[in-house]
């Protein structure tokens, strides 16, 4: 059937979770008040949060979490295979996320910390690009409802995708909010992506950059504020190093 | 104009009987900051005693409450193969106390350019026929630099404007709902002792400027500078965060998107205040970007509020309150860049040493 001139047809979808810890998946699930529509929208094929049923004739694929067992490769090359397009949802799946942390220390330790004398086999964290090709990448630890009922309606109407380009400070800005950084706070609102609505800042915690660099930013010049505002550079290199979103700034000035 | 006196009480009891009976709004503190100074902003306010009236400045202007930072402009409905199209832009009547004579002022540049031009903007008519205001004089922070700009005083743009003069406010009223109100309390014709102590006030007023920026010939200055490479300097510190444009009271850029309902069967138009430090302010179909450079982002910038567009006038917009300096984290302000630019040209002109070479 066609309306507005476009199909009204059901996206085939399939929702998958690597590592993580299936909070973005539990986002699609919630919001209430336009549930029942954005659910309208899709056929759910495979979507563990949602259904119990599962098939693999699913077109679009949202992926959530990172890439750390070769198990994991496989499926997520067989999820490639199936989908017409892949979807990176999530900070883990879209640069690592928390995850990554792991990747800073020796890989022993970190299986004998977790899993003590039963140890299990672990990969460094990657990306869901580092392993296959992403047509879509939605960030946000957890991601924003609001923003993939979006993306999602984009694509079932075959509008054009895509995300803010300027950083937090302009919504939290528009909250009126203290500036985190006049409370004695290192923020990464100036260089993070914005479309979470400043929703940390809002309740006075500092940015800590889930949603990835902004386009373009001037790292350089936050680098210097932080400086300038006599704040430890080390908190701002832990902040940064928090989802692994500032992977390409960090080692430019360290 | 009509001239009234009244005490300082009085006028406590005047604005808490407008505040509870009206959806009000005035200088809230709001926060403390890392150096333990109050943080101040135009905030719902439902008693008298919760307006800071001895108030330095808010960090965000009021521009908010007449242009929202974000706003549906219509709603669409789709039915058999058509559509129908809802515009509302009713406001209810609300209540603005404490506005300083710069913020007033940046209302009537707003005024000019989306009132007075040749498209008027419903939805902002609506936000500003529909509120009272109540202004209110100060003595200028240090960075204060509206008195460059003239405009240290108003006399227009606002309901009722009251000047301190130590034990009674010195009221300028500006409308009969404003005469209306106030003839249920204690007011008074001023003496010529009052009269005095207005002129006293206004003098001490213009003298307590601390902070000046040369701004006669700035727009000629700015053409001649087009080139400089001062923009560039500056630009390499700007953050394209927007902050500066999001807190200016005169600031009025937007952006507008369409969005379809997630039912599909209507879609909404939404106005977002954006700003020209943006990195995709002039980003265009196909990815194109007239201004991919952060100096010539800030540039604009400062031609918008210095040397004016075409469409207001080619006046200057900026009424120097410097809520921009004191916001950018990467401490850029007008008085700096503007003397930069001035230095610059002044040091060409004399001979003294050369400007910096283009690039």
Partial sequence: ?254 | MIYKVISKEEFSRFVDALIRENCSYGPREVDTDRHGNPVYQFRRVHSADEVAFDYTATHSSAKHLMLPYREELSRFRFSEGDWEQDIEYRVKPRLLVGLRPCDISALNILDDVLLNGKFPSPYYLAQRKNTFIIGMDHLPLPDCFCQSLNHHTVTKGFNLFCSDIGDSYYLSVNSSKALTYLKNFAIGDPTHEDDCRLIERRKLIKQSFQTEVEVTGLPSFLDIEFDSPIWQKWGDKCLNCGTCAMVCPTCYCYDTSERIDTDLEGASRQKQLYSCNLVDFAEVAGGHNFRPGNGDRLKYRYYHHYRGFAENANQQICVGCNRCGRACLADINPKDVINDLRMEKESCMICVSPSPPRT
């Fill in chain 1, 1 to 254: 059937m066609q309306h507005l001139g476009f199909s009204t047809n059901k996206l085939k979808i399939g929702s998958f979770d690597f590592t993580c810890c299936e909070g973005c998946q539990l986002q699609l699930a919630n919001k209430e008040e336009t549930l029942p529509e954005f659910l309208d929208l899709l056929d759910i094929r495979n979507f563990r949060e949602i259904s119990s049923e599962r098939f693999d004739d699913y077109d679009i694929a949202l992926v959530e979490g990172s890439i750390s067992r070769s198990d994991e490769v496989e499926r997520l090359q067989a999820i490639r295979k199936q989908a017409k397009i892949l979807i990176a949802y999530g900070s883990c799946a879209c640069f690592g996320g928390v995850n990554s942390l792991k990747n800073h220390f020796p890989p022993d330790e970190c299986v004998h910390e977790v899993y003590g004398d039963s140890p299990v086999e672990t990969l460094p964290v990657r990306r869901i690009s580092d392993v296959v090709k992403v047509d879509f990448s939605i960030p946000g630890c957890p991601v924003s409802k609001d923003e993939v009922e979006r993306i999602v309606v984009s694509i079932a109407t075959g509008a054009m995708i895509s995300l803010p380009k300027y950083p937090v400070c302009v919504e939290c800005k528009q909250q009126l909010n203290t500036c985190l950084f006049d409370l004695g706070e290192v923020c990464l609102g100036p260089i993070t992506r914005a479309g979470c609505n400043a929703v940390c800042t809002t309740g006075k915690t500092a940015c800590l950059g889930c949603r990835g660099p902004a386009e373009d930013i001037n790292y350089r010049s936050f680098r210097e504020l932080v400086k300038e505002h006599g704040l430890s550079l080390d908190e701002m290199e832990e902040k940064l190093r928090f989802y692994n979103c500032f992977e390409e700034f960090r080692d430019d000035e360290s």
